[in-house]
């Protein structure tokens, strides 16, 4: 790329977040997003990760079922473990999976897209046919199957997440590939000498990324969603602490009954906030993206 | 006019079909460096199809397209992708809005061509003289921009660019002013003139505008229902025209007025569907004036008069005109 | 001399855009056709005449500022409340628009659109009376009556014209109001068209406003021709006149991209205008023409020039007149 181009790059990003800073729910949603991400990072230094070991616990004289005024922050569970910790480490958990899965997800389902969108005839075909065959396989009798026979495990989540969601993602791309491939400027490249290749890289790509990166964001909250499911019946990795495993145990041993609010309140918001905020981002994206386009004189 | 010089381009009997729909079917034309000639016709003439078929991005069903003595036309989809790295044709497109990328800068579209055919050297310089001999001057101006910062006349000036960026010997336009205000017409117009007579390039002008065609073009071919009917120097084509179909074109031009205006019945039928004999023979009206002599009234709704052979001398595919 | 059919003053129209600034898109016109006469409004892109089209049956999006009067058929079209407006829209005047696929309903058969302005106004007695009369429109614009049950997608351009102007007679206006009707249309099937409105026109006493770029056209079908150039009525006058004389520097540029064939002044000698046409809201200053203008002068950057006499029943808004 020459220097002109990435000058021209630098101030079209420039003025994509001059409009991005201008929307007060996008910022919103990163100002959230940024929270917790740095919570997540800083785990480590916000709470002592021994603290998730019931031996551990019991030995530091932790009561059970404690109440945040007892046992600030958040209280203790019914292992005597600290719900604070839980819910710090649990954060990097559930982004940790929920950006792995989305990632699995819009590689495998945009490779797909653009090649069966731009190929068409026979390769089409048979593609749409594979990624139907994906598209009907429900997660949750998957996941119970993986997990039975590989063991539970992040990555086996992580693994059916991206599985199950990639064909949506597919015929997504692959619809506003067919169309892209119809604008004059392909012919345009083709009269040009363009093959294939260069065609996808400088004109397909180019105007299917916006739809991938709107939709990526949107994905990210339903892969978090599902991993929070998933482990809440169970199927998340045992030793590690997460969201859904939090509202799990919580669920399980009765601390609804016990208004042991402090346990499961904290996982849950913060799987709601998160949620909305990646929410907030991608439709914030979504509308700076159209009006750009359609600003032709 | 050319007496021994081989021509530039040359279109034999080309056919190109869609199931049953002749597209085109049997046109044959020839062009010469440093002329311009212009494709009349209405839709469903088949003149954008021949006009895509001699780029390179349709197939043809038979005959043959020639660049300089090579083939150019392919007949199967593995042949078109090796044609289109020939640089020596380049196309100018109806909609200069659609033909470019909204996403790519003004200095990456018109460098396309050259990065693709690897012509690397020298791109920056190659590219504001391109710019420059388009009239977008100073081409620095123009570089980083992107299309929709642009008016609709310097869009298509930059389609020209990048096609005269390839140093091509032929340029296809496809109605390259239809869409543009009038006003600015005159001036795009004037530009590919100016590249004919600077460079010796050949410029294909595919439109319905007598006008244009009055204005720069050598010679006229019309074409009807997939075939060339007439061909031949444009005074000679819009001020006495042989052929009835275009006789009649010419009547209705509202710019012309010394004509009794002929009014055609109904509207260019459906290519699946080519009437018998001489295709225009329904629609005719010296057929159906009745002053043609009876021996040839009778050839033309059972005869095809054949494909005009497309040569300098003009031509008429018509029963009623004397050959030669 | 009775009065006119159509009398427009001083209209000004401005658009209020999504981000607050106000566009003007026509800034102050004036004129008028008797009945049974025809008036040719050219321009090209930004200059205003969609708009000016649109405003006369007030069918501009909610929030257009519209200042002036209207006067149709001595009722001022502007000021009138909805009941009045819907009994004067379609009986009074009617617009024929470009015959592209988005002027017609693509799930509707044509029969029952161009039935639907009779049954809405109440001319026709009954469905069977509408369906009887559509039949009967669709002959006179040269369509077998069978068509009444094809759908859009079904008729060429042409047939999808012919379709909008029965539907704009459906209600025997005394107006008709042609927005561009021959553009994206071929040469024979344009000729044949304008051929129809001609005889139209004729046999019911019409009164015809005709807008569209194509100033060639214009000269051909309609007495009395004006042009528009941001906004404003540049030129006005007998159509021959101004496409063959013209006063102002633009209508002289404009003609000029429409050459007479046979004509060798223009042969290899394609003519036109330098720079673009204005857009709304970014008016150059004093005559918006001059940055183009080849006699432009120092005067012309001072104000904008209105329209003075420049021959019998001619105007022109130029210095130089």
């Given at each position: ?20 800073r ?11 997003l940024?929270?917790?991400?740095l919570?997540?990072?800083a ?6 990760v ?9 030995a ?35 982004l ?8 699995l ?7 797909i ?5 731009y190929l ?8 749409m ?13 998957l996941a ?19 599985i ?7 015929r997504l791309?692959?619809?506003q ?15 040009l000498?363009?093959?294939g ?5 400088h ?13 990526a964001?949107?994905?990210v ?15 998340g ?15 399980v ?8 609010w ?6 849950g918001?913060?799987i ?6 990646f ?9 700076i ?9 | ?5 081989t ?7 080309v ?5 049953r729909?002749?597209a ?14 212009a ?9 954008t199809t ?7 991005l ?6 043959a ?6 083939p150019m ?16 044709v380049?196309m ?6 659609g ?15 050259l ?28 570089l980083?921009?992107y299309?929709h ?5 310097q ?13 091509p ?9 239809a ?21 010796g ?31 031949g ?5 819009l001020?006495?025209p042989?052929?009835?179909?275009t006789?009649?074109l ?6 012309t ?11 260019i039928?459906d ?15 010296l057929l159906?004036?009745?002053t ?10 059972t005869?095809?008069?054949?494909p ?8 008429a ?8 | ?27 102050g016109?004036?004129f ?13 892109s ?9 405003s ?20 001022n ?21 470009q ?8 799930v ?43 759908y ?8 999808r ?26 040469l ?5 068209v ?9 046999e019911r ?15 051909y ?9 941001a ?11 101004v ?23 223009s042969?290899?000698?394609p ?7 204005p857009?709304?809201g970014?008016l ?15 005067g012309?950057?001072?104000?904008e020039?209105?329209?003075?006499i420049?021959?019998p029943?001619?105007?022109a ?5």
């Amino acid at each position: 790329m020459t220097s002109l181009a990435m000058a021209r790059r630098r101030a079209t990003a420039a003025r994509v977040w001059g409009q991005f800073r201008r929307s007060r729910q996008g910022m919103i949603g990163l100002g959230v997003l940024a929270v917790f991400a740095l919570v997540a990072l800083a785990a480590p230094l916000l709470a002592d990760v021994r603290d998730l070991n019931p031996v551990f616990a019991r030995a530091e004289g932790n009561a059970q079922w404690a109440s945040p005024f007892d046992h600030p922050p958040l209280g203790t569970d019914y292992i005597r473990r600290s719900v604070w910790a839980q819910f710090v480490w649990g954060s990097r958990v559930s982004l940790f999976v929920g950006l792995a899965a989305t990632v699995l997800t819009v590689l495998i389902g945009s490779v797909i897209g653009i090649v069966a969108g731009y190929l068409g005839g026979r390769s089409d075909g048979a593609l749409m046919r594979v990624t139907e065959w994906f598209l009907v396989i429900p997660f949750l009798p998957l996941a119970i199957v993986l997990a039975s026979v590989l063991g539970r495990s992040v990555w086996i989540i992580i693994f059916v997440i991206g599985i199950t969601s990639w064909p949506s993602t597919a015929r997504l791309v692959r619809a506003q590939v067919l169309t892209v491939k119809q604008r004059l400027f392909v012919d345009r490249a083709r009269s040009l000498g363009a093959k294939g290749s260069h065609i996808v890289a400088h004109h397909v790509l180019p105007n299917v990324s916006g739809l991938i990166l709107a939709n990526a964001t949107l994905a990210v909250p339903i892969s978090i969603l599902t991993e929070t499911t998933l482990s809440f019946l169970g199927l998340g990795d045992p030793s590690s602490a997460s969201w859904g495993k939090t509202l799990e145990e919580a669920f399980v041993n009765g601390a609804m009954v016990r208004n042991a609010w402090w346990y499961f309140i904290p996982a849950g918001f913060g799987i709601l906030v998160v949620v909305l905020a990646f929410t907030l981002i991608g439709r914030t994206l979504e509308e700076i993206a159209n009006p750009r386009l359609s600003r032709a004189r | 006019m050319h007496p021994g010089v081989t021509p530039l381009v040359e279109v034999d009997d080309v056919h190109v079909h869609f199931g049953r729909s002749r597209a085109v079917d049997g046109a044959s034309l020839r062009m010469f460096a440093g002329e311009v000639l212009a494709l009349v016709g209405e839709s469903g003439s088949g003149k954008t199809t021949l006009i895509r078929a001699i780029q390179g991005l349709q197939r043809t069903t038979a005959g043959a397209i020639r660049l300089e003595g090579r083939p150019m036309n392919a007949t199967t989809r593995r042949a078109v992708q090796t044609l289109f790295s020939d640089p020596a044709v380049q196309m100018v497109f109806q909609d200069p809005t659609g033909a470019l990328n909204p996403r790519q800068t003004i200095y990456e579209i018109v460098a396309e061509g050259l990065r693709i055919g690897r012509h690397g050297k020298d791109e920056r310089e190659k590219v504001a003289e391109a710019l420059s001999r388009a009239g977008l001057r100073p081409p620095e101006r123009f570089l980083t921009m992107y299309p929709h910062e642009i008016s609709g006349g310097q869009r298509q000036r930059v389609v020209i660019a990048g096609a005269m960026v390839m140093e091509p010997r032929l340029l296809l336009a496809d109605e390259p002013v239809a869409s543009l205000d009038a006003s600015i017409r005159g001036e795009i117009l004037a530009l590919m003139r100016r590249l004919v007579d600077e460079t010796g390039l050949a410029i294909l002008v595919v439109t319905h505008d007598l006008g244009l065609a009055w204005n720069i073009a050598d010679r006229v071919a019309v074409m009807y229902l997939g075939r060339i009917v007439e061909t031949g120097p444009t005074e000679a084509i819009l001020s006495d025209p042989k052929h009835p179909y275009t006789r009649a074109l010419l009547s209705v031009v509202p710019e012309t007025r010394e004509m009794e205006q002929q009014i055609l019945i109904g509207e260019i039928p459906d290519s699946a569907r080519i009437p018998g004999g001489c295709r225009f023979h329904p629609r005719c009206p010296l057929l159906q004036s009745g002053t043609l002599p009876p021996e040839v009234a009778a050839r033309c709704p059972t005869d095809d008069p054949g494909p005009v052979a497309g040569d300098l001398a003009a031509g008429a595919a018509c029963w009623a005109v004397p050959p030669g | 001399m009775s009065e006119p059919l159509l009398s427009v003053r001083d209209l000004h129209i401005t658009y209020a855009t999504h981000d607050g600034s106000r566009v003007p898109a026509v800034r102050g016109v004036s004129f008028e056709i008797d009945a049974g006469g025809s008036m040719g409004l050219a321009g090209e892109s930004g200059c205003g005449k969609s708009t000016l089209a649109n405003s006369l049956l007030r069918l501009l999006p909610v929030g257009t500022e519209v200042t002036g009067e209207v006067v149709l058929g001595g009722k001022n079209v502007l000021s009138l409340n909805p009941g009045g407006l819907r009994a004067v829209r379609w009986t009074s005047g009617a617009i024929v628009f470009q015959g592209a696929l988005h002027a017609l309903n693509p799930v509707q058969a044509v029969g029952r659109q161009i039935a639907e302005p009779m049954l809405v106004h109440d001319t026709a007695s009954s469905e069977q009376a509408a369906r009887r009369r559509t039949v009967e429109l669709l002959g006179r614009v040269g369509l077998p009556g069978a068509r009444a049950d094809s759908y859009p997608h079904e008729l060429s351009g042409g047939q999808r014209q012919r379709v909008l102007i029965a539907m704009a007679l459906a209600c025997d206006p005394l107006l008709l109001i042609a927005d561009e009707p021959t553009t994206a249309l071929d040469l024979m099937v344009q000729a044949q068209v304008l051929a129809l409105l001609d005889e139209l026109k004729q046999e019911r006493n019409l009164t015809l406003l005709f807008i569209t770029h194509d100033l060639s056209v214009l000269t051909y079908a309609c007495q009395r021709l004006a042009i528009m150039y941001a906004g404003r009525i540049v030129e006005e006058g007998p159509s021959w006149e101004v496409f063959g004389e013209a006063a102002h520097p633009y209508t002289r540029g404009l003609a000029a991209a429409f050459p007479t064939i046979g004509d060798l002044s223009s042969r290899m000698a394609p003519a036109g205008l330098a720079g673009d046409p204005p857009t709304p809201g970014n008016l150059p200053q004093g005559c918006p023409f001059n940055p183009r203008c080849p006699l432009a002068q120092d005067g012309c950057r001072d104000a904008e020039p209105e329209l003075r006499i420049a021959g019998p029943e001619r105007r022109a808004a130029c210095i130089l007149v």
